[in-house]
């Protein structure tokens, strides 16, 4: 089993940045993919970004490529989304996941149901 713990979510002023964090426990880190999906009210939930179990490639969303920024740290079982030049339309609360991969196939990646384990999310919110 896995357990993902997200933070890090707050409310913002466009144009200005966020980091989040997703904190691991159970199995071992570095044997799985994790990425960030995001749902806004009204909206399903869509992908954000991934990074590979050894944090040697990543996917982003079009949506956020060039502002948005996926890293993780295996010897501290932590994930971690930089987010800079938030718009209003950023808001939504944010999932971290995992999945037991360690390809780098980008349609698996970059779907959610390719995800075994779902944190609870956080919420941010970007003001205008």
């Known amino acids: 089993q896995v357990q993902l713990v997200e933070s890090g979510g707050r409310l913002v002023q466009a144009g200005g940045s966020l980091r989040l964090s997703c904190a691991s426990s159970?199995?071992?880190?570095?044997?799985?993919?994790v990425g960030w999906f995001r749902q806004a009210p009204g909206k399903e939930r869509e992908f954000v970004a991934t990074?590979?179990?050894?944090?040697?490639?990543?996917y982003y969303a079009d949506s956020v490529k060039g502002r948005f920024t996926i890293s993780r740290d295996n010897a501290r079982n932590t994930m971690y989304l930089q987010m800079t030049s938030l718009k209003p339309e950023d808001t939504a609360d944010y999932y971290c996941?995992?999945?037991?991969?360690?390809?780098?196939?980008?349609?698996?990646?970059?779907?959610?149901?390719?995800?075994?384990?779902w944190g609870q999310g956080t919420q941010v919110t970007v003001s205008s």
């Open positions: 996941s995992a999945a037991f991969y360690t390809g780098s196939t980008h349609d698996y990646l970059t779907h959610r149901d390719f995800y075994n384990y």
């Open positions: 159970g199995r071992t880190f570095s044997e799985y993919a």
């Open positions: 990074i590979t179990w050894n944090g040697n490639i990543t």
